[in-house]
Nanobody
Framework: QVQLVESGGGLVQPGGSLRLSCLAS????????MSWYRQAPGKERELVAF????????HYANSVKGRFTISRDNAKNTVSLQMNSLKPEDTAVYYC???????WGQGIQVTVSS
């Protein structure tokens, strides 16, 4: 079955960096767009970024544009989110998502705090 497993979260100081990874299985990864979402406490889940199947197209939320970079390695069935210049408002649970299969990862906590 389709599975998504995130890794790489944790606690980081403001201005720091983290790299999230999502390992996919159960489908032909290289054929589908992949997304990252996040949900902060008391807020709705929001799209952070998505990347097209071949990696040539990507889109970012305005709040992360210029700070976050989404990428994928189709040989390793992995999509990543490089997060730089992190701010306290980036604190959230981050989720990997495939819209075609409507499947979420389990989520991973990112906390930005001094």
């Amino acid at each position: 079955q389709v599975q998504l497993v995130e890794s790489g979260g944790g606690l980081v100081q403001p201005g720091g960096s983290l790299r999230l990874s999502c390992l996919a299985s159960g489908f032909t990864f290289s054929s589908y767009t992949m997304s990252w979402y996040r949900q902060a406490p008391g807020k709705e889940r929001e799209l952070v970024a998505f990347i097209g199947a071949a990696g040539g197209i990507s889109h970012y939320a305005n709040s992360v544009k210029g700070r976050f970079t989404i990428s994928r390695d189709n040989a390793k069935n992995t999509v990543s989110l490089q997060m730089n210049s992190l701010k306290p408002e980036d604190t959230a649970v981050y989720y990997c998502y495939t819209v075609f299969f409507r499947t979420w990862g389990q989520g991973i906590q990112v906390t930005v705090s001094s």
